[in-house]
């Protein structure tokens, strides 16, 4: 019962947290990492509320598929393990966070159908495939240093767009991900006003001096604080009546 209604308090926070992020930023977005799913109710209000779920792996793909999650919901974060990249593929992704040549080569062989990639800050610029087709930008951010970290990302984020605006290629969207997920669900209000203020500073001064249309932006924790929950593979294997080895 108390994690259930832990749980619960989460959702809310996270409620509160994406108003409050729209309050500074009109139709910004917020994004959970699929980990949190672990709390069943926070993962039903998720699913409820077509919010984004970044997904790193195998673990937490089983993650999202076991929540009912929506395929159009989730965003996959390329990593080395490209087998990773074609079952979220297969999965119905569409939506990628790539950083190399090679995630992007495997991406471009694993369905017919067109992928939407942000780039992340490591990533080339120039892409050769048509089903690749570049949406947005992403940093990871350090959130040790609080908000200036937020607007720095931010900004190098615009200087990359001006660079993709010159060879033909708007950039619409950025993502933004850092620190942990208790900024958004354990009710951090001040910080968290703390860093859309001046991810929206950034923003507002970056785009008005290299004359850029204001792209959208999406905020997420990069890490959860959740604790002592089950692992993807356990929380399968329970709802299956099975004991994982």
């Known amino acids: 019962m108390t994690r259930a209604l832990d749980a619960l308090d989460c959702a809310a926070h996270l409620q509160t947290s994406v108003h409050l992020m729209r309050d500074f930023i009109p139709g910004a977005g917020c994004g959970v990492p699929a980990a949190a799913l672990a709390d069943r109710a926070l993962a039903a209000w998720v699913r409820d509320h077509g919010v984004t779920v970044t997904a790193h792996d195998d673990d937490e793909l089983d993650l999202v598929r076991y929540h009912g999650l929506r395929p159009v919901q989730v965003v996959m974060r390329c990593g080395a393990a490209t087998g990773a990249i074609g079952r979220a593929a297969g999965f119905g992704v569409s939506r990628f966070i790539v950083g190399t040549p090679q995630q992007m ?6 369905t017919p159908h067109t992928k939407y990639l942000y780039l992340d800050e490591h990533s080339p610029l120039v892409l050769g495939d048509r089903r690749l087709r570049v949406v947005g930008l992403h940093a990871d951010v350090d959130d040790s240093g609080g ?5 720095g990302a931010a900004e190098r984020l615009l200087c990359r767009a001006v660079v993709l605006k010159t060879c033909g290629s708007p950039i619409r969207r950025i993502s933004l991900s850092g620190g942990s997920s208790d900024i958004w669900m354990a009710g951090r209000t001040p910080h968290l006003a703390s860093v859309v203020a001046a991810v929206d500073g950034a923003l507002r001064d970056g785009c008005q001096r290299w004359r850029l249309d204001r792209p959208s932006v999406t ?6 604080a959740r604790r002592n929950a089950a692992s993807p593979r356990s929380a399968a294997s329970v709802a299956a009546g099975t004991t994982p080895a």
């Open 147 to 151: 908000a200036v970290e937020w607007a």
């Open 219 to 224: 905020l997420s924790p990069l890490t959860t």
């Open 105 to 110: 080569a495997r991406l471009a062989e694993s």
